[in-house]
């Protein structure tokens, strides 16, 4: 089958594509979070070792254990870790795009790619964040961890389900049916399985009643926001590279096709 403006690139183009625009996308994000996070990040640490060495006895008192990697060398693997993370991120991106191609219009260049981003932000990202927020360090219990990332994983999963649901809500009333009427059922799949997630996970108050509010949150925002920049530029990038491509194909074929 010939190549055409309305047919869907082979995977590994796509991928590739998705790929590229994840890892450009994460250096970005890497960059809002080296700015807007690491200060806080910073704080934070500074808090917990002055508590830490408050609470060392008086007698006995021994040395602090260097750290694995030391602070430069973490702000140096921020970007090494946001960077891969978003390659990934653009990989699943692109393998959904063409998995979900059936669906698509004919001439979509991309913009699906867009809405799967969003879709991913608001359902792995958002969600999970208005249940459990990102913690700066010296806050939480260390015998919660592993309860805690379990949970987080599986509000995500919950996230994407409700997004899902939202999406089956609007295609369930009928394309005849008036937009108010799908938004509306959209939202409420969405919100059935949100509130129905939010009241069955467990929640965690694990923030020390002496720990400045203004930091705590100031750290919050910042993850958010660095999630909202990786997303919000693999979703962009990735359908400008294949508006690029379709045009690219336009242009190469034959008249007539």
Excluded: C
Aim: net charge neutral; glycine share 10%.
């Amino acid at each position: 089958m010939p190549l055409t403006a309305t047919t869907t690139p082979p995977f590994v183009t796509v991928l590739v594509r998705g790929l590229l625009a994840g890892l450009i996308a994460g250096l970005l994000a890497g960059t809002f979070a080296y700015v807007a996070g690491e200060p806080h990040v910073d704080a934070a640490i500074a808090i917990e070792e002055a508590a830490s060495a408050h609470a060392e006895p008086a007698f006995g008192a021994h040395d602090h254990e260097d750290a694995l990697v030391s602070r430069n060398g973490q702000r140096g693997g921020l970007f090494l870790a946001t960077g891969l993370f978003g390659a990934a991120m653009g990989g699943l991106l692109a393998t959904a795009y063409v998995l979900l191609a059936r669906r698509r219009r004919a001439y979509d260049d991309g913009r699906s790619g867009l809405l799967l981003a969003g879709a991913a932000l608001l359902g792995a990202v958002v969600v999970p964040f208005l249940k459990y927020p990102a913690n700066p360090p010296a806050v939480g219990d260390p015998a919660t961890i592993n309860q805690r990332t379990v949970t987080y994983l599986l509000m995500v999963v919950l996230g994407l389900v409700a997004v899902w649901a939202g999406s089956l809500g609007y295609r369930s009333v009928g394309a005849q049916a008036p937009l108010w009427q799908r938004v509306a059922a959209a939202v409420g799949g969405f919100l059935l399985v949100t509130v129905v997630a939010y009241v069955v996970l467990p929640s965690f108050q694990e923030v020390p009643a002496d720990f400045p509010a203004t930091l705590l949150w100031d750290f919050r925002l910042a993850s958010l926001g660095t999630q909202v920049v990786l997303w919000t530029g693999i979703g962009l990038l990735f359908a400008a590279l294949m508006h690029h491509d379709r045009r690219r194909r336009v242009a190469a074929a034959p008249a007539g096709t």
